[in-house]
């Protein structure tokens, strides 16, 4: 099933700032070098892993609002693995290699969701490149 044009669109756009601290981490020229009037971070380290941590605490309120779906005996179990992410972050997350894990776990969480018919049938859809992009930029964009 095709994933909605809006989902998608908010998804790779939601993406690109963990892209461009990669990109930063790489060597490209902070964005005010080339533009001064667009907002900036010029430290890829720093935006990687602040941003990083935000989607991340922000997919366990996405995984949140699917446990909302669920009923019966896996209720309680559902809804505690929806809050695990924002828990990782909080306790453990000090590295660009910490968040790449994260979204690894994250993933694997969005395909439990799905194959308990929890997600939209278009989630996988989406997550599955969005997880392949993410997490290229945390390998090849980490800092040195």
Same mark, same amino acid.
């Given at each position: ?8 669109f ?8 963990l ?5 930063l981490?790489m ?5 005010s070098e ?15 892993l602040?941003y990083g941590?935000?989607?991340l605490? =922000?997919?366990?309120?996405?995984l949140?609002?699917f ?5 019966g005996r896996?209720?309680?179990?559902v809804?505690?693995l &929806? ?6 972050? =909080?306790?453990?997350?000090?590295? &660009? ?9 994250? =993933?694997?969480?969005d395909?439990?969701f799905?194959?308990?018919r ?8 989406l997550?599955?490149?969005?997880t392949?992009i993410?997490?290229?930029a945390?390998? =090849?964009?980490?800092?040195?």
């Open positions: 099933m095709n994933t909605p044009r809006i989902p998608l908010l998804a790779i756009a939601g993406a690109l700032p892209v461009y601290a990669a990109l981490n060597g490209l020229p902070p964005i080339l533009q001064p009037w667009l907002p900036y971070w010029d430290d890829g380290a720093g935006l990687m602040v941590q935000i989607i605490v =922000f997919m366990a309120g996405v949140w609002g446990a909302t779906l669920a009923t896996l209720t309680l179990l809804y505690v &929806s809050i695990a992410p924002a828990l990782y972050v =909080f306790f453990y997350v000090q590295t &660009s290699q910490d968040l790449l894990y994260g979204f690894i776990a994250v =993933f694997l969480l395909l439990a799905w194959r308990l929890l997600t939209p049938p278009w989630w996988l859809g997550r599955l490149p969005l392949g993410v997490c290229g945390l390998w =090849f964009g980490a800092p040195m």
